[in-house]
């Protein structure tokens, strides 16, 4: 049996296939955008098409949908608009385009947003979007290699979403625009809705300057900045040394927020993300390792969890699992 998994990313599209030993391999977003490289094209020259059982894939914020749906019942590729969403680059509807003609059985996973049901009413009042799907197929890797039921998963890298998990079932999460910041985006600050008022910028733009690189003061792509920002950090520039740490603070606030409400004791913090898992130069997973000893184990997963997390949910829905950390699945 063979099974792929997608990840959507900011920086490039992922995938992961699960036969023996899982491959993985990422098409950067300059690539996709210029119409440089077929994502199936690359896919079938690492395994045979039509040996592919089922195929699970992320495609933007996924608030179009509530349950994990065959693709052939999606509509608008599962998304209300990409409005917001930060710098587009259409390198990833290529993607889901490709996917789509292939004829390859797949799901669309859905992200977390006021529409999902099985999250706590609570947070579906507060915030009308959570996580971008792919957080969804990072969650279900942390689920099955840590084995906890009741945990924190931090996905950190261009942006950064937290999400809490209890009793095996994603309870709620802290979106990018309102939490903890990543390389690129993070939340929207009282200087920038007067900016957004006096039509200086827009609310996009902001969003998709809140984060490290608003420290830093870099203007970047976003294939670029996190290389720029550690290269002037490790030129002893004082600016990145700050950005570093004040992202680093804004994501130990957002861990300690979400373990602060948890009804059940946390077994445990999951890190991800290219920054996430970072050692050096800057060692950002033994810091918030330090800062998070309280919360149990502090696991640190490869950039490839959202793929592979994605791969196996495709697996495990073909093996007859309807529900994945509470969602439910939609079948043919």
Known sequence: MVFVGMDHGTTGVSFTILYQEPVHF??????????KVSAIVELS??????DIDLMAITYAMGDGISHISPLKKVKDRGILSLAGAGK?????TAVYDEIEKSGIPTVLIPGLHKDSASLDPRFRAAYSHQASSEKVSICYNAYLETGFNNFIVADISSNTVT?????????????????????????LDLEM?????????????CFSNAGAVKVAVLDEKITRAKEVLIERYQYGDRQAELALETMLMTIVMEIWGLAGIARKKIEGVVLTGSLGSMQEPFDFYGRLKEELKDFGK??????TSGSLGSAQIARDLFL???DILGIKVLRD
């Open 26 to 35: 990422k098409i950067g977003r300059d690539e996709l955008s210029r119409g």
């Open 320 to 322: 007859g699992k309807n």
């Open 45 to 50: 020259s690492k395994v045979d098409l039509h």
């Open 193 to 205: 809705i007067r900016d957004i008022d006096n039509g200086l910028k827009t609310a996009n733009q």
């Open 163 to 187: 999400m809490l998990l209890e009793d095996g079932k994603i309870r709620g999460a802290m979106d990018a625009c309102i939490g903890a910041m990543g390389i690129i985006h993070g939340p």
């Open 88 to 92: 587009v680059t259409g390198g990833g």
């Open 298 to 303: 502090t696991v640190l997963l490869p950039p």
